[in-house]
């Protein structure tokens, strides 16, 4: 069992950046393959980004590429998602998603936080 608690999100202007964490309970945190989605309102929910256990396999949306980060430590237990350069379009809330193996689809996470907003003014 893992329990996701998501931080971080507020509002910023276009062109600015945010940090999210997502904090995860237990001893088994290293086991999952941990993630991104986002749902932005009236649209569906969609992948932003994945990182696999030890870190080695990662990826990102292409909308997301080259702006937002994802990484983890592992000593901690937890996952973050560095995010630049952002733009309207990147409002949404934004879930933290645990898995056994790191997957560009919703349905390979059992595990999801309750969501943090991110709200960005142009």
């Known amino acids: 069992q893992v329990q996701l608690v998501e931080s971080g999100g507020g509002l910023v202007q276009a062109g600015g950046s945010l940090r999210l964490s997502c904090a995860a309970s237990?001893?088994?945190?290293?086991?999952?393959?941990m993630g991104w989605f986002r749902q932005a309102p009236g649209k569906e929910r969609e992948f932003v980004a994945t990182?696999?256990?030890?870190?080695?396999?990662?990826y990102y949306a292409d909308s997301v590429k080259g702006r937002f980060t994802i990484s983890r430590d592992n000593a901690k237990n937890t996952v973050f998602l560095q995010m630049n350069s952002l733009k309207p379009e990147d409002t949404a809330v934004y879930y933290c998603?645990?898995?056994?193996?790191?997957?560009?689809?919703?349905?390979?996470?059992?595990?999801w936080g309750q969501g943090t907003q991110v709200t960005v003014s142009s």
């Open positions: 990182i696999s256990r030890s870190s080695t396999t990662i």
């Open positions: 237990g001893r088994t945190f290293s086991s999952y393959a």
């Open positions: 998603v645990a898995g056994p193996v790191a997957q560009t689809v919703s349905s390979a996470y059992g595990y």
